[in-house]
């Protein structure tokens, strides 16, 4: 069993930046890929970026250039700075954790964290 639990949401205006943390407890390895989910009021959940225990990284088009994920190993957490915040960012934010890719059937899940950006 793994566990994640993210924090880090809040409240910003367009054009600014949070940075959310995912801390994961339990049984990961170093097979495991972390990533970050979304979604809004209305809305599927959809891909925003995932990294591997390596660092390598992937990123949806819609955030490429503007939020950058990062992992520290020895702390089993995950981080996913945003900056250039926009209002169609708002969603709630899901960290993941999957043996090898991570999508939206991925086997662990946090609870998710809030983010609103108001223009």
């Known amino acids: 069993q793994v566990q994640l639990v993210e924090s880090g949401g809040g409240l910003v205006q367009a054009g600014g930046s949070l940075r959310l943390s995912c801390a994961a407890s339990g049984r990961t390895n170093s097979n495991y890929v972390m990533g970050w989910f979304r979604q809004a009021p209305g809305k599927e959940r959809e891909f925003v970026a995932a990294i591997n225990w390596s660092g390598g990284s992937n990123y949806a088009d819609s955030v490429k250039g503007r939020f950058t994920i990062s992992r520290d190993n020895a702390k089993n957490t995950v981080y996913l700075q945003m900056n250039g915040l926009k209002p169609e960012d708002t969603a709630v934010y899901y960290c993941?954790?999957?043996?090898?890719?991570?999508?939206?059937?991925?086997?662990?899940w946090g609870q998710g964290t809030q983010v609103t950006v108001s223009s």
């Open positions: 993941a954790a999957n043996p090898f890719r991570v999508t939206t059937r991925s086997a662990y």
